[in-house]
Nanobody, 121 residues
Framework: QVQVVESGGGLVQPGGSLRLSCVVL????????MDWYRQAPGKQRELVAV???????DYADSVKGRFTISRDNAKNAVYLQMNSLQPEDTAVYSC???????????????WGQGIQVTVSS
């Protein structure tokens, strides 16, 4: 069984920083893509940042230059460093990965429960 565990959210003042962490636990063979989504109240879920297993990255225009995604393949972990946070970054952030467990070849989507990030003075 695979479990996705997120941590690092919370309340921060505008201009501050937070670092989100996500670990995929279980008999993972490979994770091809790992990314972070967010959903603000009343808005659609949006892709914030993505990183492939060859460390190619991409970001939403709204976070470019402020957020940095990274991963540790040995730990099946992905991180999101968020700097210069603004109130419009307030949302539930969810970790997502596409991969497969040992003994299988079919890619599966794995999702975390989501973690609240609130930017407010």
């Amino acid at each position: 069984q695979v479990q996705v565990v997120e941590s690092g959210g919370g309340l921060v003042q505008p201009g501050g920083s937070l670092r989100l962490s996500c670990v995929v636990l279980g008999s993972i063979s490979e994770l091809f893509v790992m990314d972070w989504y967010r959903q603000a109240p009343g808005k659609q879920r949006e892709l914030v940042a993505v990183i492939t297993n060859s460390d190619l990255t991409d970001y939403a225009d709204s976070v470019k230059g402020r957020f940095t995604i990274s991963r540790d393949n040995a730990k099946n972990a992905v991180y999101l460093q968020m700097n210069s946070l603004q109130p419009e970054d307030t949302a539930v952030y969810s970790c997502h990965a596409i991969g497969h467990i040992i003994g299988t070849i079919t890619p599966v989507n794995y999702w975390g429960q989501g973690i609240q990030v609130t930017v407010s003075s």
